[in-house]
């Protein structure tokens, strides 16, 4: 278990993107994916805006951080991984869930 914010999300973005399209055998997939490292390289992880990312990217899946319960996009969840198996969940689901067992 573990705790997730948007900021630590963008930060991981490049390193994720190279990790899944940069291949064992040193090179990249395509053109293209080289090319969208690069731009993320260039950005101020600690400033930039999620929407920065997304806009390089072409779209939100690598800086979502979506609530499992609610669906609502959260600064911050709690993400429990169970065998490979990952949930997230955010505070105000959280709160809910605990309300239920007492």
């Known amino acids: 278990m573990y705790e997730l914010t948007e900021r630590e999300r963008i930060k991981e973005t490049p390193n994720s993107w190279k990790r899944v399209y940069y291949n064992r055998s040193k090179e990249w997939y395509n053109q293209d994916k080289k090319e969208i490292y690069d731009k ?12 920065d990312v ?17 669906s ?19 505070s105000k689901c959280l709160k809910a869930c605990l309300s239920m067992l007492e």
Do not use: P
């Not at 997304?54 to 609610?70: K, L, Y």
């Not at 609502?72 to 955010?90: A, M, N, P, Q």
């Open 40 to 51: 993320l390289s260039k950005l101020d992880l600690n400033t930039c805006y999620k929407e």
């Open 54 to 70: 997304d806009h390089i990217i072409g779209n939100s899946s690598w800086t979502d951080n979506n609530c499992d319960v609610c």
């Open 72 to 90: 609502k996009h959260r600064y911050t969840v709690l993400k429990i991984d169970k065998r490979g198996d990952e949930f997230s969940i955010c």
